[in-house]
T-cell receptor, first 113, second 115 residues
Framework: DQQVKQNSPSLSVQEGRISILNCDYT??????FLWYKKYPAEGPTFLIS?????DKNEDGRFTVFLNKSAKHLSLHIVPSQPGDSAVYFC????????????FGTGTRLQVTL | DAGVTQSPTHLIKTRGQHVTLRCSPI?????VSWYQQVLGQGPQFIFQ???????GRGNFPDRFSARQFPNYSSELNVNALLLGDSALYLC??????????????FGPGTRLTVL
């Protein structure tokens, strides 16, 4: 049972445009959500997070939106840059624990010139 | 400050052998978690350790075990290796074990190949 789903395996966006990566979850116990970026042969790099008490969090070019009623979150990257090309993982953490992240299967973002 | 470090980087073993993977957390972090990532999937949670005690365990067989040392470093052990154990093994550290907003930071991983 896939509790965190990233339904788009890949996404291609032109440099300078907005990239929108989506993530859906099914477990109501999740209350902290994170996005990680991963290059080949490297570990995931933390990008941005959001607590369930918020619906938006911004950090520079990255914004995460959370819609609790729809159990949906999205990561917006504006403007997209070629260096953003990587695999992006959505992860969720249940209430009361700081570990046991549940990850989605990832979305490969390619930013073209 | 150094990030999470893992050793070795790559490892090749044969079926039935045993392997030990090592992880050093970020300085000041007391919680270490282990994840397995197979090709095409997201990382899967294996264990969490905090203050040398197991605080969480994922859906992995008893062939997988781990421990945490007084300096908060950790080892992951896998016995009786199977071909399906071939994966990238990731270690993550965080300052504590509970509460909101506790982000995990990952190391570069150990690539294990079982032949």
């Amino acid at each position: 049972d896939q509790q965190v789903k990233q339904n788009s395996p890949s996404l291609s966006v032109q440099e300078g445009r907005i990239s929108i990566l989506n993530c859906d979850y099914t477990n109501s116990m999740f209350d902290y959500f994170l996005w990680y970026k991963k290059y080949p042969a490297e570990g995931p790099t933390f990008l941005i997070s959001i607590s369930s008490i918020k619906d938006k969090n911004e950090d520079g070019r990255f914004t995460v939106f959370l819609n609790k009623s729809a159990k949906h979150l999205s990561l917006h990257i504006v403007p997209s840059q070629p260096g953003d090309s990587a695999v992006y993982f959505c992860a969720a953490q249940p209430t009361g624990t700081a570990s046991k992240l549940t990850f989605g299967t990832g979305t490969r973002l390619q930013v073209t010139l | 400050d150094a990030g999470v470090t893992q050793s070795p980087t790559h490892l090749i073993k044969t079926r039935g052998q045993h392997v030990t993977l090592r992880c050093s957390p970020i300085s000041g972090h007391k919680s270490v978690s282990w994840y397995q990532q197979v090709l095409g999937q997201g990382p899967q949670f294996i264990f969490q350790y905090y203050e040398k005690e197991e605080r969480g365990r994922g859906n992995f067989p008893d062939r997988f075990s781990a421990r945490q040392f007084p300096n908060y470093s950790s080892e992951l052990n896998v016995n009786a290796l199977l071909l399906g154990d071939s994966a990238l093994y990731l270690c993550a550290s965080s300052p504590r074990t509970s509460g909101r907003s506790d982000t995990q930071y990952f190391g570069p991983g150990t690539r294990l190949t079982v032949l």
